[in-house]
């Protein structure tokens, strides 16, 4: 039972454009949502958050939008800059821990 | 504080040997937790604790699965009888008061067990 779902392993996004990530979960008890950012050997950082009762966070280039009656949030990266690169993930939960996605490689090309 | 810390960074162990991971949170974080995370998976859930108490272990921790916070710092991870699909990072992150922009990961223990 996936509670949140990353669909695309992978994405390619030309330098200065815009990044699209998506995530669908299941799971209506989420307090929050958070995305991480993981670069090979190192542990998850944090990128940003939003709860459950908003529908849009913005922080510099990040924006996360939240869409609850289709269970549904992405993150918007503009412009996307080349590091960037790194594998996104998304999650749900709150105090009591998060639940991850399996994660979307971005791949930002020159 | 230098963030979250966690020892060894690898470990390679023969199967059936315990293995013991340590965890030093953020010093003013009162929560803990320890997550999984395999080749092509997010992190999995694992445990975690509110100060010294351990107030939520997932499914995934089996019996042979044993995590501490004795004094509320510094937490470890056990392992006994270790086994091939033990494999895994091991990655301890830290929060205060479960406020969940404050979770911060370490770098994580990468396991092979051999």
């Known amino acids: 039972d996936q509670q949140v779902k990353q669909n695309s392993p992978s994405l390619s996004v030309q330098e200065g454009r815009i990044s699209i990530l998506n995530c669908d979960y299941t799971?209506?008890?989420?307090?929050?949502f958070l995305w991480y950012k993981k670069y090979p050997a190192e542990g998850p950082t944090f990128l940003i958050s939003?709860?459950?009762?908003?529908d849009k966070n913005e922080d510099g280039r990040f924006t996360v939008f939240l869409n609850k009656s289709a269970k549904h949030l992405s993150l918007h990266i503009v412009p996307s800059q080349p590091g960037d690169s790194a594998v996104y993930f998304c999650?749900?939960?709150?105090?009591?821990?998060?639940?991850f996605g399996k994660g979307t490689h971005l791949i930002i090309q020159p | 504080d230098t963030g979250v810390s966690q020892d060894p960074r690898h470990k390679i162990t023969k199967r059936g040997q315990n293995v013991t991971f340590r965890c030093d949170p953020i010093?003013?974080?009162?929560?803990l937790y320890w997550y999984r995370q395999t080749l092509g998976q997010g992190p999995e859930f694992l445990t975690y604790?509110?100060?010294?108490?351990?107030?939520?272990k997932s499914r995934l921790l089996s019996d042979r699965f044993s995590a501490e916070r004795p004094k509320g710092s510094f937490s470890t991870l056990e392992i006994q009888r270790t086994e091939q699909g033990d494999s895994a990072m091991y990655l301890c992150?830290?929060?205060?008061?479960?406020?969940?922009?404050?979770?911060?990961f370490g770098s994580g223990t990468r396991l092979t067990v051999v």
């Open positions: 010093s003013e974080h009162n929560r």
């Open positions: 799971n209506s008890m989420f307090d929050y």
């Open positions: 999650s749900g939960g709150g105090a009591d821990g998060l639940t």
């Open positions: 939003i709860s459950s009762i908003k």
């Open positions: 604790f509110q100060n010294e108490a351990q107030l939520e």
């Open positions: 992150a830290s929060s205060f008061e479960g406020i969940p922009d404050g979770y911060t």
